[in-house]
């Protein structure tokens, strides 16, 4: 095709037709950009697609987090329930200086400890990497960030407080005032329960627990409320890349 264009340009030239010639120039030269424009235009086509398609895997891989995070957020936020119940019931016994019975070793066993929770954050970090602008949807990209960077960071923080309060805390109750405690069947029995009730500093420190997974448990709710309505946000923006 080249060799055809400059061997009718040359023929032109020969013939001393300069009107024709510059006509057939200025036609080579547009279609010269035509085709630089189109090649462009294909090449932004295939990095648009490319562009989306990384978005999407993104996107459904930050799904998956989320959904692993909502679940978990459920069993903790059960087994935070039975803790509160048997704090609230051995604090009640207590305060009624009721008579001591093996009932209460399940509550103790229940009250003292804490739970862990480990949210999913490796989409989110790889997305980081990547660049949050990966997201073509401005109001979402917005919403990620401040789900794990507000949401997820203040759980984290609520549950790092639990942990110390145990380790400072309840730990040296455990060891100190308790005949033993099993974990398989979160059991423990007090050595003393008389003299457990007259430990003021035991009940302050029980109410203080409780007060720290009580406020945890509220902010627990939150995330999980956060983490649906993101849900629903991605799975609209799935859809709009999928209709493209």
């Known amino acids: 095709m080249i060799n055809f264009f400059r061997k009718t340009r040359k023929k032109m030239a020969d013939d001393n037709r300069p009107l024709k010639y510059m006509r057939y120039a200025i036609g080579e030269i547009v279609l010269v950009v035509v085709g630089i424009l189109i090649a462009l235009q294909i090449n932004a086509w295939k990095e648009e697609r490319k562009s989306k398609h990384l978005e999407y895997v993104t996107l459904s891989e930050l799904k998956k987090n989320i959904d692993a995070d909502v679940v978990e957020m459920s069993n903790v936020s059960e087994l935070l329930n039975k803790r509160l119940a048997s704090q609230k019931i051995i604090l009640h016994s207590i305060s009624n200086n009721n008579i001591y019975h093996d009932s209460l070793n399940s509550h103790f066993g229940h009250a003292i400890i804490y739970d862990k929770i480990a949210f999913h954050t490796g989409a989110y970090e790889s997305l980081k990497s990547s660049g949050i602008q990966l997201i073509n949807d401005e109001t979402l990209r917005f919403e990620i960030s401040n789900y794990y960077d507000f949401y997820i960071k203040d759980m984290e923080?609520?549950?790092?407080?639990?942990?110390?309060?145990?380790y400072n805390y309840m730990l040296g109750y455990l060891r100190h005032d308790f005949k033993y405690y099993y974990s398989d069947s979160r059991t423990a029995e007090p050595r003393d329960f008389e003299a457990l009730k007259q430990n003021k500093t035991f009940i302050i420190s029980l109410r203080v627990f409780q007060d720290v997974m009580s406020?945890?448990?509220?902010?627990?709710?939150?995330?999980?409320?956060a983490s649906i309505k993101l849900l629903e946000r991605i799975n609209l923006r799935l859809e709009k890349i999928n209709k493209r």
Do not use: A, P, Y
């Open 157 to 166: 923080e609520g549950f790092t407080e639990i942990r110390d309060d145990f």
């Open 215 to 225: 406020m945890n448990l509220r902010t627990l709710r939150i995330t999980q409320e």
